[in-house]
């Protein structure tokens, strides 16, 4: 199995800055690509941003993109995700995700592993 925890959401002014983390447990991730997608109350839930575990490749929704930064933190086993310039569109429960690497990694099918959630608040 594979363990993964949010932490980080909390409410923050618009324009404002949060920083979310994923602690990734269980085994390697040395294949995997990990990803956030949030879920705002009566929407589906919808792709952020992903990143190989192993390497440099990143992508990102639209809408966030240019404001948020999905990186690795190589000595805690963490998949962060730095969201810059919040709008209060932003609001939602971030989830993170995790799934072998293949192609067509932004549907959220391709994800096996989810963690609980985190809150993100973004008031105007």
């Known amino acids: 199995q594979v363990q993964l925890v949010e932490s980080g959401g909390g409410l923050v002014q618009a324009g404002g800055s949060l920083r979310l983390s994923c602690a990734a447990s269980?085994?390697?991730?040395?294949?995997?690509?990990m990803a956030w997608f949030r879920q705002a109350p009566g929407k589906e839930r919808e792709f952020v941003a992903r990143i190989r575990w192993s390497g440099a490749s990143t992508y990102y929704a639209d809408s966030v993109k240019g404001r948020f930064t999905i990186a690795r933190d190589y000595a805690k086993n963490t998949v962060i995700l730095q969201m810059n310039s919040l709008k209060p569109e932003d609001t939602a429960v971030y989830y993170c995700?995790?799934?072998?690497?293949?192609?067509?990694?932004?549907?959220?099918?391709?994800?096996?592993?989810w963690g609980q959630g985190t809150q993100v608040t973004v008031s105007s």
């Open positions: 269980g085994r390697t991730f040395s294949s995997y690509t």
């Open positions: 995700a995790a799934g072998p690497s293949t192609q067509s990694m932004g549907d959220i099918g391709r994800y096996t592993w």
